[in-house]
């Protein structure tokens, strides 16, 4: 499996630039899990090729530019760009986003060719398919209602839990699974910032530490995402003095392979 989390900006000669300001992994140049970034920095060949977008929770750091990606498709699309998520994030998508003010309602439109947004509801803790992938659907602990994912493939499984604080359900999926290759988790702000953390639902690199003890698995590659940039350095080295084997800071724009 092949994940690659998608720069957010670049500089002012258009190389991708480390910070994570936005969320969206792309597996296999074909599944997309959130969409902060999808307009802005996947290839035009990753464009062809994209037509499976989970969204795990409303949040505009993980969706800003799904708006803008479907629009730009919108002549081309022979079929419709599918969402998948909860009733609750649809209703927010639909209510917040593709309501006519803020973006049409790319859900009851069409092209030459038929529809070009298609909602694929998804429920907690039932697995389902996206393209090639199987995916189960955990509930978080985050402030509005959001899923972690355990994602496989058939060989390998990637577990993927982006905003969140606290939360046992996750875990115990993770846990369940037969092997696991890899976790990307958040560690949104520094230590100091403890308070913050907590009342947004979010990770410090201590929070996490005390997190990553409800996991059952050893050697597998674990990635810290969602790093605030604004505290990206004392995060880093907040993460570096924890000492745990295999924990990384996940670089936007490399691809990982598991
Ligand atoms: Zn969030
Ligand atoms: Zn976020």
């Avoid at 997309?32 to 929770?57: C, F, N, P």
């Avoid at 859900?107 to 030459?112: A, M, Q, V």
């Avoid at 639902?201 to 996490?208: C, G, I, K, M, Y």
Wanted: with cysteine; charged share 20%; hydrophobic share 40%.
């Amino acid at each position: 499996m092949r994940i690659q989390l998608l720069p957010s900006t670049f500089d002012s000669h258009g190389h991708a630039t480390p910070e994570q300001r936005l969320t969206c992994f792309l597996i296999d140049e074909r599944v997309a899990v959130d969409a902060g970034s999808i307009a802005l920095a996947l290839s035009g060949e990753q464009r062809e090729q994209v037509r499976d977008i989970i969204v795990t929770h409303p949040h505009m750091d993980h969706i800003a530019s799904l708006p803008i990606f479907i629009d730009d498709l919108f002549p081309t699309l022979k079929s419709p760009v599918r969402i998948y998520a909860t009733p609750e994030v649809i209703s927010s998508l639909e209510r917040d986003i593709f309501n006519w003010n803020v973006y049409p309602r790319f859900s009851e439109l069409k092209n030459d060719f038929g529809p070009v947004m298609e909602y694929v509801p998804i429920h907690v803790g039932q697995d389902f398919k996206a393209a090639h992938l199987t995916i189960t659907a955990v509930a978080v602990n985050h402030i509005v209602p959001t899923v972690g994912l355990l994602v496989s493939d058939g060989k390998t499984t990637v577990a993927f839990s982006s905003d969140t604080s606290e939360t046992e359900e996750f875990w115990e999926i993770v846990n369940r699974a037969p092997s696991l290759q890899a976790l990307l988790i958040e560690a949104s702000f520094p230590d100091s910032m403890a308070q913050l953390a907590e009342v947004s639902r979010h990770f410090t690199p201590a929070s996490l530490k005390r997190e990553l003890s409800k996991l059952h698995h050893n050697g597998l590659d674990i990635l810290a995402v969602h790093i605030k940039p604004a505290y990206r350095e004392t995060i880093i080295q907040e993460l570096e003095s924890l000492q745990i084997p295999q924990l990384g800071v996940m670089e936007s724009g490399k691809i990982y392979e598991w």
